[in-house]
């Protein structure tokens, strides 16, 4: 399948020149609900922070895009459509669709924790 990563021109410039793609941490993400997708009680989200927090300890990410015709992606995540978007081609099985859901996941049983976590964005 082919995915599509969106950077600046500076951080685009140097994926290419070093071969290489930058590994986000959870602190660096830009969206302050990332990996939060669950309707929350005042001591479970202090543990899933925790959780998520010993993760990023020694885990990062990297987010591609399905789609690299999305305005609203390029004003985000391109420097306002002033960056560049690379496209690579990514077997079927290390990709994952994000499910997008309105309403936030009741709270799972830890054992799919992770899936529902990594792979699930609550937009209001």
Known sequence: MRLYKFLTAEFGMKSLREKRLKISIFDDLNDPFELLPYEM???????????IMDFASTQGMVCFSSNWKDPV????????????CLGFEVPERL???????????????????SNELFFTKFVN
């Open 73 to 84: 992606i390029w004003a985000h995540y391109s420097d306002k459509h002033k960056g560049l």
């Open 95 to 113: 990709g994952r669709k994000v499910r997008y859901v309105k309403r936030r996941l009741s709270i799972p049983a830890l054992r799919v924790l």
């Open 41 to 51: 009680k005042r001591g479970f989200r202090l543990n899933l922070i925790s959780v």
